[in-house]
């Protein structure tokens, strides 16, 4: 397995990968690696001759109050992790060489951005969507693996992909969840072991709302209130939204169609902020 710090020569790399006829899997991550990942890796592996993996914690969709310096930085285990997992490639570019003094170049999807963590998280899409179209730019997959734990993020990458004609293929894989059902992100890290049982309730919250769903519930507000009531059972959890919307165009659900709508939450726990999604 290759570590590449340099854009020119992954770039380069990339293309003549592409000429000897190699399919590209781009498995964009921003580092501190969990099984969540890992299954990412596997997927890029199952369906591509040479799987990259970028590792970039990505400054442009952190906001000025978020965590971007205490995000976690793991790049040598991460490598560890990766190579056992058969990854060819990790891409690990430098903060200046990705956006060099004067660079002024951003790519925002207008629609789908919209809500939900567009309105708490004001600018996030915006440097999520520049960042992919670099990586993209630079490895020149032929796929690009998501996780459908950030749903709205899976969703609006397909769109910027469809609308700008990238000829690149979004897969989007199932969350990857611990025992108890919380779903696997890097920031679970931050959580200490009182908060962690908390975090658990996320996802008793959902399911709670999709068995009210299965009973036949085709109001959107009594489920999406029964799965407030369960977050709100914990004092040191805050919801920040609550909501349900079509699970393509994220247009907020008027009546439930089951298969077709997705409950989202995001939460603080303490300061952590967690995001998850079930579709009902
Ligand atoms: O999901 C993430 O880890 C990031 O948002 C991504 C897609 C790697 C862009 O920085």
Redesign the pocket.
């Known amino acids: 397995m290759q570590i590449i710090p340099s854009i020119t020569e992954m770039q380069a790399l990339a293309i003549s990968l592409r000429t000897q006829g190699k399919l590209i899997g781009l498995v964009?991550?921003?580092g501190a690696l969990h099984e969540g990942h890992l299954r990412l890796i596997d997927t890029a592996r199952q369906r591509a001759d040479v799987v990259i993996v970028?590792i970039?914690v990505?400054p442009t969709?952190f906001g000025p109050n978020e965590d971007f310096a205490k995000y976690p930085r793991a790049l040598e285990a991460d490598a560890a992790a990766c190579e056992k997992r058969g990854a060819d490639i990790i891409f690990a570019p430098k903060k200046d060489d990705i956006y060099p003094p004067g660079y002024s170049t951003y790519v925002t999807e207008e629609r789908i951005s919209k809500g939900l963590c567009g309105i708490s998280r004001p600018g996030h899409f915006r440097g999520?969507c520049t960042?992919?179209n670099l990586l993209f730019n630079i490895t020149r997959p032929d796929l690009a693996i998501?996780?459908q734990k950030?749903a709205q993020?899976a969703a609006i990458i397909k769109k910027m992909a469809a609308d700008l004609w990238l000829p690149v293929q979004i897969v989007v894989a199932p969350t990857v969840r611990e025992a108890d059902g919380l779903a696997m992100s890097s920031r679970n890290q931050y959580l200490s072991e009182e908060q962690r049982q908390d975090a658990a309730r996320i996802y008793r919250a959902l399911r709670e709302g999709k068995r009210l769903v299965d009973e036949g519930i085709r109001s959107p507000d009594r489920v999406l209130a029964e799965v407030t009531h369960v977050l709100s059972q914990s004092r040191r959890i805050r919801v920040i939204y609550v909501t349900m919307v079509d699970r393509d165009s994220f247009a907020p659900t008027r009546e439930i169609v089951p298969g077709k709508c997705l409950i989202a939450v995001a939460v603080w726990v303490n300061d952590v902020r967690l995001i998850d999604n079930l579709e009902v």
Do not use: I, R
């Open positions: 964009p991550t921003m970028s970039f990505n969709q999520v960042v992919v998501f996780g950030d993020q």
